[in-house]
Nanobody
Framework: QVQLIESGGGLVQAGGSLRLTCAAS????????IGWFRQSPGKDREFVAA????????LYADSVKGRFTISRDNTKRTAYLQLDSLKPEDTAVYYC?????????????????WGQGTQVTVSS
């Protein structure tokens, strides 16, 4: 089982940027797809982005397409989520998760290991 730890959250003004990091330990990081999800107070957790184990394919939620970029560096056992052009509605706790299956998916049930989350707050 892989263990995940997120970092990089914080407070930023609308229009600003942040880069979230997901550091992995445990079983082979490069055998997992990595997804990012977020949860705002009073709302269900929602899919943000995912990247295949090889980095060759990415999947984005429509709400973040063109503003967020997911990437990974398997040599560093780390995945990233670059958040640009942030909006107040992007405020949430952001989680990274590992998916051992081959299909790139937004379905959180397919993700078997989760980090503890990092808070992103965007002020207007």
């Amino acid at each position: 089982q892989v263990q995940l730890i997120e970092s990089g959250g914080g407070l930023v003004q609308a229009g600003g940027s942040l880069r979230l990091t997901c550091a992995a330990s445990g079983r082979a990081f490069d055998s997992y797809a990595i997804g990012w999800f977020r949860q705002s107070p009073g709302k269900d957790r929602e899919f943000v982005a995912a990247i295949r184990w090889s980095g060759s394919e990415q999947l984005y939620a429509d709400s973040v397409k063109g503003r967020f970029t997911i990437s990974r560096d398997n040599t560093k056992r780390t995945a990233y989520l670059q958040l640009d052009s942030l909006k107040p509605e992007d405020t949430a706790v952001y989680y990274c998760a590992a998916n051992p299956f081959l299909v790139l998916t937004a379905n959180e049930d397919q993700y078997k290991a989760w980090g503890q989350g990092t808070q992103v707050t965007v002020s207007s």
